[in-house]
């Protein structure tokens, strides 16, 4: 008998597909198996004669579950705070997660440490459990929770782990909600300029038509754009897809990353905040890596792919093969531009105290905070700046259409 299912694969994407079986449970059991987590399954005769629109269906689940995806990310502070505190309390580990999955509200991340746990079970270690989800968990956390369960300080390295995710995410949610209102701003401009182009524009210039007035070159051009919007505008949208489209194969490409990545760090205003967020990540990163005693060659391993910059990755590459010649960190970082002299300095009296891993988490902190400045900044550089641009755009359009008015009012009189 043939069934339909969907299910979780190792890398927690949804698939579906037709598995033939004498009944259910030995459908179930097959997929398990495979290393499929099933969400639903059912005879698919059944499933043809109820859904008719099993295609669109399928592509409507698949958005839903990009979203959930998504949100699942943002639930790992969460659950990592929970969990330490029930390991603390001296709970073992699959009961903790028992009562943890209990109160998972995300059907995505559920369905992630529900699989987690039942590989536990089936004798994996917490550490190559998550490690089917490298789309969730970072390596950072992966390699840390192994370290915790090497040392039998597991409820401290969670425990640790939970900070980092709040501390990350607190900052994510500072930048966007710094950016909000400027993207509220462009965006509620662009839309009135796009309304006086296409509704406002072309009533003025039928009158100007009728008349057959001689129009001067800025009001031609204006009323030509206004003239290609009207008659084109449903080629915006799929001309700002097709500029997305090409941008992200663009991306996809390692020279295409690579380019992207050097503008990013030399453009005005946004390489300010973008150069501090990259020293945010490799300092504070290394810092919990090193503090949680991993390996420094490891550590750096880690955190290179943590920065999100290829750049910078093949500078910390490189510094990793002076560290492994011998060389410490501080001088081997020093060749390479993408830390402040300051802060090679802060790593070079930290590894003279030996006490680099907490030097590299203060410098963190700090960093964290000027980022939060440099935020603020730019906002309020961001602000005026739109309000001057469209401003300047409408003027032009109010005054493209005024010349001509004001040639037939000279006329009349």
């Known amino acids: 008998m043939l069934y339909y299912y969907r299910a979780l694969n190792s890398k927690g994407e949804q698939v579906s597909d037709i598995v033939d079986a004498p009944n259910e449970f030995v459908a179930r059991q097959n997929l398990r198996k495979k290393g499929l987590y099933v969400s639903s399954i059912s005879n698919k005769k059944e499933q043809l004669k109820t859904g008719g629109n099993i295609r669109f269906k399928k592509f409507l ?3 839903i579950e990009k979203i959930n995806r998504n949100t699942a990310r943002k639930q790992i502070g969460l659950f990592s705070r929970q969990l330490a505190t029930l390991l603390k309390a001296g709970m073992p580990l699959m009961t903790a997660l028992t009562d ?4 998972i509200d995300n059907k995505t991340f559920r369905s992630v440490m529900i699989d987690v746990k039942q590989k536990i079970e089936e004798g994996y270690s917490f550490s ?5 989800y490298r789309d969730l968990f970072s390596e950072l956390y992966i390699n840390m929770i192994r370290v915790g369960e090497n040392l039998g300080s597991l409820d401290e390295v969670i425990a640790r782990l939970a900070e980092m995710e709040e501390k990350n995410n607190l900052l994510k949610n500072r930048i966007r909600a710094a950016l909000w209102y400027p993207t509220f701003m462009f965006t509620f401009s662009v839309i009135i300029v796009i309304f006086l182009m296409v509704n406002v524009i072309p009533t003025i210039s039928e009158i100007f038509t009728e008349q057959n007035r001689v129009l001067p070159l800025p009001t031609k051009i204006v009323v030509g754009m206004s003239d290609f919007l009207s008659s084109f505008w449903f080629f915006l949208p ?3 897809i097709l500029i997305y489209y090409m941008y992200k194969r663009y991306a996809s490409t390692p020279d295409g990353r690579k380019k992207i990545d050097e503008l990013l760090m030399k453009v005005p205003l946004i390489s300010r905040l973008y150069n501090k967020i990259i020293v945010y990540r490799f300092t504070f990163n290394l810092g919990v890596l090193l503090s949680n005693k991993v390996d420094l060659l490891k550590s750096f391993e880690i955190v290179k792919k943590i920065v999100n910059n290829v750049v910078v990755e093949e500078k910390i590459n490189s510094a990793s093969k002076k560290v492994q010649e011998g060389a410490s960190i501080s001088q081997s970082l020093k060749k390479h531009e993408f830390l402040p002299r300051l802060v090679i300095g802060m790593i070079a009296a930290g590894e003279a105290s030996d006490k680099v891993d907490e030097m590299l988490l203060n410098i963190g902190n700090v960093y964290e905070n000027e980022i939060d400045m440099v935020v603020t900044s730019l906002t309020g550089m961001i602000e005026p700046l739109i309000i001057i641009m469209m401003g300047i755009i409408i003027g032009i359009i109010v005054l493209s259409v005024m010349m ?8 009349v009189q």
Not at 100 to 103: L, N
Not at 404 to 411: A, Q, V
């Open 61 to 63: 689940n698949s958005i």
């Open 100 to 103: 943890i999955i209990e109160q």
């Open 128 to 132: 190559n459990a998550l490690m089917s």
């Open 238 to 240: 799929l001309f700002i």
């Open 404 to 411: 001509p008015i004001m040639d037939m009012n000279l006329m």
